[in-house]
């Protein structure tokens, strides 16, 4: 309660979090690299059947499954019913959402961050939250 929190992402799970951390008295701050995607699913339809999952059954090399799903994924999106409610908190003041904004360098600075996005601004933040996807490199 009363803390700062970044959180960098702009799929689900961010979305998730930001709401939880509203929910406990948090002020966010949520940085996405690109535009807020509002989609019922990250993937279309058709992998959920057999449309699109018989051409990946069929594939035998595991580094071709690999590839299938990340382009099938085509980065994370909400819900429109979850964005719906974060915009909701934007207007209430519990949110602040940056668009278009990748990190640049993050500093500790003993008590806090401070994180410059690649706009130019510079945010001060308790917490950092890294809600990047699947690849394990924070560097990335």
């Known amino acids: 309660?009363?803390?700062?929190?970044?959180i960098v992402g702009g799929g689900l799970t961010s979305g998730h979090l930001a709401v939880g951390a509203i929910s406990r008295g948090t002020e966010v701050h949520l940085m996405i690299r690109r535009q807020l995607s509002e989609k019922l699913f990250d993937a279309e339809p058709g992998w959920l059947g057999p449309k699109y999952l018989k051409g990946f059954f069929a594939q035998s090399d595991w580094e071709q499954r690999v590839m299938m799903i990340q382009q099938a994924r085509n980065g994370g999106s909400m819900t429109p019913a979850l964005a719906t409610q974060l915009r909701?908190?934007?207007?209430h003041g519990k949110i602040r959402i940056d668009e278009n904004?990748?990190?640049v360098k993050a500093q500790w600075l003993g008590e806090n961050w401070r994180v410059e996005c690649s706009d130019g601004n510079q945010h001060e933040c308790d917490y950092i939250w890294l809600s990047t996807g699947t690849k394990f490199d924070a560097t990335t």
């Open 1 to 6: 309660m009363g803390k700062r929190v970044l």
């Open 101 to 103: 904004c990748q990190v």
């Open 88 to 91: 909701k908190q934007v207007r």
